[in-house]
Each structure stands twice: as C-alpha cells, then as structure tokens.
C-alpha cells in the first residue's frame, strides 16, 4: 500500500482537483508523480502482487481516483492487481463506489476495493466549516457502519468483477463479511476476499480469520516517524471507539497469556 502524497506534493494534487492552471513546473511535477504511480503498479502486475492506493483528503482524492482507474484499466485486465480505498464515512462514497463499478464494467477490467471507515474526520470538518461548504463526512457513526456495511454486500454482490480488502477493526464488520460470503457460497480463501487489520491491533479478530480459513493481511505503516506517529494514534483513537471492543481484546490477551504460563 502506498500514499500518492508520498510521491509528489499534496499542493498540485489540489490544484489539480480544482481544476487551477498549473505552471510548467508544476505539470511537470505531476507527470512524475504519475510516471512514479505508474512504476510501481507495473512493478506490481510483473510479479503478481496487489497494491492498494490509500485514500487521502476529499479536496485532493480526484485525481488520486482517476490515476488508480487508469492503472487499473491497463493492469487489472486478467485480475485485481491495483487496488484503490473507499474511505465510507463520506456521505458520497457508497455512490463513487457504484460508479466505479460501472466504469469497470463498461471498460472490461476488475475492480479492486479497499474499503475503510475513514482517517480525517476532523480535518474534513474543519475545513468544510472554515471555507463554508458541507460537511462530506456522515453525520453519524451509525450512518458510517450502514455505509460500509452495505459497500460490502455490494462488492460481493457483484463478486464477478470486484474484490474486496476489509480494512476494518470493527468485529461486526468482518463477521457480516463471512456470513456474505456464505451466502454466496464462496470458500474462505476465495482470493477475491481479504480482511486486513493493523499489526498489534485487533489481532483476536486477524487471528480468528485466518484460523478459519479466510484470507488475512496484518499491515505496518512505513515512513518518517512525524507522518507515521499521527497516523497510529488516529487508529488507536479509531479502535476505542468501538465500544467495548478494546477492552474486551485487552481481556482476550489477559486470558491467553495466564493460559501460556500454565
């Protein structure tokens, strides 16, 4: 997985979506940021290994999404080989990602969907409240889990063309996953179905998965510490908002270590 503000500047990623004439410098600088998203999806279909674009800011996601469709248009021919993330906490996301299935299949090639909650929250808001425009993120957390929830059924629904990566924390989350699956009468390591969860978060849930068959990604977040730190505590804040849920892992963990000392 890879951020596309880790390979050129997040300034020209806005100025884009907004549709602002760039400077010549400036184009040039986006042409290799994406001659390097190029690279590194090619490098991806040559040895056969998935890779997920991870969802950034709404205000510079467009042309993000529209570099991930056009490496899938080239790469995803045969499979899902790039993969591009559905942050379901936008009220507009369950919408992009029917639409995005529609591109795909109008176009002949596979969808590959990295679907989470959310990671800027705030930022989004605050935004939207200084320059005056709504708010993108749903008004309620019950209104973020129907999303994601049903982005899932969709996906699966429409097996045929889409894969799915869940990158979820939240224990219904991935058990309405296997229960979808069932349904559809899919095996567990149905190749088109992945579950992932951050390493040392959430691991009963990893654990549990892979235990029973299913296709299991743990995933460490690389890079400068003073991009990396604010990216963990926003999952950690993530993880103890499920209520109860943290607590109930820390009890897990109790429990399995007094059972290793016997």
């Known amino acids: 997985m890879f951020k596309t503000t880790g390979l050129g500047s997040s300034e020209i990623l806005e100025k884009v979506q907004a549709k602002s004439v760039l400077t010549a410098e400036e184009t040039a600088a986006f042409d290799r940021v994406k001659m390097r998203v190029e690279q590194i999806c090619q490098r991806a279909f040559e040895t056969q290994v998935p890779v997920l674009m991870d969802a950034e800011d709404s205000w510079i996601q467009n042309p993000i999404d529209d570099m991930a469709y056009e490496m899938m248009k080239k790469y995803n021919q045969q499979k899902a080989i790039v993969f591009n993330t559905f942050q379901m906490y936008r009220s507009d996301m369950l919408g992009n990602l029917r639409n995005a299935f529609h591109v795909a299949a109008m176009h002949n090639y596979f969808l590959g969907v990295k679907m989470v909650r959310g ?22 957390k019950q209104a973020t889990d129907d999303a994601f929830n049903q982005g899932l059924a969709f996906c699966v629904d429409n097996k045929q063309r889409v894969s799915v990566l869940c990158g979820s924390h939240n224990e219904y989350s991935n058990q309405y996953l296997t229960i979808l699956m069932h349904k559809h009468g899919m095996k567990t390591n149905d190749q088109r179905v992945w579950f992932a969860q951050l390493l040392g978060m959430s691991d009963n849930i990893s654990f549990n998965l892979a235990k029973a068959g299913y296709n299991v990604a743990k995933y460490v977040p690389y890079g400068p510490v003073e991009s990396v730190m604010p990216y963990l505590l926003r999952r950690a804040t993530e993880n103890t908002s499920v209520a109860g849920q943290s607590s109930r892992e820390l009890g897990l963990i109790r429990k399995e270590l007094k059972r290793r000392r016997g």
């Open 119 to 140: 990671a800027y929250m705030e930022k989004e808001a605050e935004r939207a409240a200084n320059l005056g425009y709504p708010n993108p993120i749903h008004p309620s």
